[in-house]
């Protein structure tokens, strides 16, 4: 079974759950990591449209990849060896900020309630993709003043993470 980290508001960790439990019954607050993958002139951003197998959220636009940090390297090691599962590329990422959100999956399958860690880093746009099926649906570069004004236009069509993170990725960056 997989687990996740149960975490307090502070970030400090509380222990394990298995992470259906983590995610159902108003779901508990739990580590997580959003990595958001800029062009080199910072114009562009990768984002992602979520499987249509997955629980929460699915069919949803997002960030490059997201996932829950295990606590054995650094979170932005295990950020970019995510990178590497989910969209089949590495590169360096660093640290923005974290938050706390929680949402609940409109579809009522369950609830996010994590504390997440933003990660950002920098590719090539024609860095080579090979996102995994079961985690992504479809990938795109986008223009940022594009991508906002259709967040702004069509806000149900994002991942409720994504409005909240989008912009301590873009003021760290």
């Known amino acids: 079974m997989k687990s996740v980290i149960l975490t ?3 970030g400090e960790s509380l222990g394990k759950s298995e992470i ?3 995610h159902t019954e108003g779901g508990k607050l739990h580590k997580a990591f959003s990595v958001f993958i800029f062009s080199p002139d910072m114009s562009k951003i990768l984002i992602q449209r979520r499987a249509s197998v997955k629980m929460l959220f699915p ?3 997002a960030n490059t990849c997201c996932s829950h940090p295990k ?3 650094p ?4 950020g970019a060896d995510r990178l590497k599962e989910e969209c089949g590329f590495r590169t360096g990422l660093s ?5 706390v959100y929680k949402a609940d999956d409109p579809d009522g399958k369950g609830t996010e309630y994590e504390y997440d860690t933003v990660l950002i880093g920098t590719v ?3 860095t080579q993709m090979h996102p995994d099926p079961a985690e992504i649906m479809e990938m795109k570069w986008i223009e940022l003043d594009e991508l906002k004004k259709d967040m702004e236009e069509r806000p149900e069509t994002y991942a409720p993470w994504f409005h ?7 003021d760290a960056r």
């Open 8 to 10: 307090n508001e502070q």
């Open 20 to 22: 259906i439990e983590a």
């Open 59 to 61: 069919g949803y636009w």
């Open 71 to 73: 606590e054995k390297f």
């Open 75 to 78: 979170i932005e090691i295990e």
């Open 95 to 99: 640290v923005a900020d974290s938050f």
């Open 124 to 126: 090539e746009e024609s």
């Open 164 to 170: 909240l993170a989008l912009p301590i990725a873009l």
